[in-house]
């Protein structure tokens, strides 16, 4: 992929993921740093609107729903906070300008970390991913942009076209990047690339906001945006898997909590009805972020109306209205989600680790799929909530964050060595995935790297205020020497941090999307050159059967052209996947396959090289395809790729 298409890309994901929420954000007078890291998730909660709305219409979702729904909420919002202006804004420490400028430069050096990984991971945005969620991400921003159907109802038409029982998938990830692919004009893949690659910028803005939340001044906030892009487990570890939503709705986490406690100290209804927005715009991404949600904000919670003294009554009131409205947007979630649950049966990973190894994986930031952990990395993170402990007073926030993270080792416990139903129920929230959870434990753990640093530069300052020397003061009065000295503080603190983590842990984090970019199982170019002609040999409205074990679900995405199994499995409410793939190469004298074909509109037949699993073996319903030249006729091959074109004539009618 060339350099202009990558920044093309990048460029109008930036501007589409962040000038929306923003619009919204300065309408209810929303903080600079909070109004940055919400943003991603108020955009969400206007695409998900948008997508609603349109439906409703029956109009397409285009680019032009967004200023639309961005105008009439952010309306709301200004109307809220003007009427109900809440009880007075709270003191505030104002950041000086030279905090400001070491921030900045910390949060750009996490985002420069993450995106070498992710860049050179992906090949520069050409890798196809195909591991199994990615093929369906993949699939559905492609039918999002070609036929304009952007709601969470409307993705049955990627695989479940033909299903018994309604299908429910959150599409407002999906919904804003198809926006993407249409006006940068790269392709579906190309913008799933760039929505991941902006969790870059996303993760050090909710660190920085959260920790700045959790009591923590420019230093702290910094050095938890600093660390942030260099966890395996969020994001590096869940991308190779495709789990593309679902790390959306994690990545968004950090400054939703950051709402939370910064809307309770104001206790404005502005700030209730603006996280209320936020974490419905993380839900309609994923739905298991509302657990997510509730394994850290609980603690905060509890913590803050602890903290709140004699305005617990009136904290509890503002609390009581969040909570009526985040209910009251997350009821048709619900509804959906609801219906289209099969029988209810979580997903029963094996347990992969014994209780000891699973204990010290969690605490130590590794996962079942490693052999390694991040040591320094961990070492800084406790020793950070030791600090918070110590110093409840001023870190109070934080020990509730920690409440959350011990909590989210405990699940990832469970899942990764432990095998009971117990086990099962407790993290069927999260498919009982011990990658998810151990990426859950990470959510926070910033933070405390941060909490850790503000700590050890207030016992500094109190050492060196007991001296009588005030060099602050000094600075204070020349700002551009303040400036320089913060840039350059920044960039020693970064040098510092790259030096002794193994460059911010860039091997393993790039080697973690390896797994399934370019050493497992990706697209090949014998593959990708058979998907490019497509187009030539199928015409719109008609299918190509193919086999979902080997990734040619994902013509789709790359050349608009239906699959059969628009997924890495049949749809189990379809009958008519069932049957094709046991014997759809007995077309010729199965009227029965033969009905089912002509409904479909099936006129070729693909197969291609290799499997996406090991020891799978060809659709038992394509195997004989080859040997049966009168019924399918050969139209196009290369070393990787057979179509072949169904001789109607020779069917048995």
């Known amino acids: 992929m060339s350099a202009v298409d990558v920044m093309t890309t990048l460029g109008v994901a930036l501007v589409l993921t962040w000038v929306p929420g923003a619009v919204v954000l300065l309408a209810a007078r929303v903080r ?62 104002r950041w ?87 006006l940068a004009g790269t392709g579906a893949i190309v913008a799933m690339h760039a929505h991941i690659a902006l969790w870059m910028l996303s993760l050090p803005l909710g660190a920085a906001a959260l920790t700045r939340a959790a009591g923590a001044g420019p230093l702290g906030s910094g050095v938890a945006a600093l660390v942030s892009t260099s966890f395996t487990a969020l994001p590096y570890e869940l991308i190779w898997r495709g789990l593309v939503p679902f790390t959306q709705s994690l990545v968004l986490v950090p400054a939703i909590l950051a709402m939370l406690v910064e809307g309770a100290r104001r206790r404005r209804p502005a700030d209730a009805a603006v996280l209320a927005v936020a974490a419905m715009g993380a839900v309609s991404t994923h739905t298991s972020a509302a657990a997510s949600l509730l394994v850290y904000g609980a603690p905060v919670i509890v913590v803050l109306l602890l903290l709140a003294g ?37 997903h029963d990973w094996p347990a992969v680790k014994t209780l000891q190894e699973g204990v010290r994986t969690g605490l130590l930031f590794g996962t079942g799929y490693r052999d390694t952990v991040q040591l320094t990395l961990a070492v ?56 998810r959870l151990s990426a859950l434990v990470a959510v926070a753990a910033p933070v405390f790297v941060g909490v850790l640093s503000d700590a050890l530069l207030q016992g500094a300052r109190w050492l060196v205020l007991r001296t009588g020397w005030t060099p602050g003061v000094v600075l204070a009065r020349r700002g551009t020497l303040a400036a320089v000295g913060a840039a350059v503080a920044a960039a020693v603190v970064a040098a510092g941090f790259y ?61 608009g052209v239906h699959p059969v199994y628009g997924h890495m499995g049949p749809d189990g409410n379809t009958p008519e996947h069932a049957i094709l793939d046991a014997r759809f190469d007995r077309i010729a004298d199965d009227p029965e396959v033969q009905r089912i074909a002509r409904e479909l509109h099936i006129t070729h037949v693909w197969l291609s090289e290799g499997f996406l699993l090991p020891d799978v073996e060809r659709s038992p319903g394509l195997d004989d395809v080859a040997d049966e030249p009168d019924i399918f006729r050969l139209v196009y091959s290369n070393p990787g790729v057979q179509l072949y074109e169904i001789n109607w004539d020779a069917v048995g009618k």
């Open 499 to 559: 030096s002794v983590t193994e460059h911010a842990y860039f091997l393993r984090n790039r080697d973690a999307m390896l797994y399934r970019y370019s050493l497992g199982p990706t697209v090949t170019e014998n593959e990708r050159a058979g998907m490019n002609e497509l187009p030539r040999y199928v015409g719109r409205g008609e299918r190509v059967m193919n086999d979902f074990r080997d990734g040619s679900a994902l013509m789709y995405a790359v050349s």
């Open 32 to 93: 600079p740093l909070l109004l940055l890291a919400l943003s991603p998730a108020v955009t969400l909660f206007i695409t998900y609107l948008g997508t609603g709305a349109a439906g409703l219409v029956g109009w397409r979702w285009s680019v032009w729903w967004l200023p639309v729904v961005s105008a009439a909420l952010g309306g709301v919002l200004f109307l809220v906070r003007r009427r109900l202006p809440g009880p007075g804004e709270p003191p505030v420490r």
């Open 380 to 435: 800084l993170v406790w020793a950070g909530v030791l600090a918070a402990v110590l110093l409840l007073r001023r870190y109070g926030v934080a020990v509730a964050l920690a409440v959350g993270m011990v909590g989210s080792v405990g699940l990832y416990v469970l899942a990764v060595a432990v095998d009971s139903d117990l086990s099962l129920t407790l993290t069927n929230f999260w498919w009982n995935d011990q990658l």
């Open 96 to 182: 000086s300008a030279a905090g400001a400028i070491f921030l900045a430069v910390l949060v750009a050096v996490a985002v420069v970390v993450g995106l070498r990984a992710y860049l050179s991971a992906s090949q520069n945005f050409y890798v196809i991913p195909q591991d199994y969620d990615a093929v369906f991400q993949a699939n559905a921003i492609r039918f999002i942009a070609d036929t304009g159907v952007g709601t969470a109802e409307g993705l049955a038409g990627v695989n479940a076209y033909a299903s018994t029982v309604p299908t429910y998938y959150p599409a407002a990830f999906h919904a804003l990047a198809a926006l993407t692919s249409q």
């Open 310 to 346: 004699a305005d617990r009554l009136r904290l509890l009131g503002w609390g009581g209205l969040s909570a009526v409205l985040i209910a009251a947007m997350i009821v048709p979630t619900a509804i959906g989600i609801q219906q289209t649950l099969s029988n209810g049966q979580p």
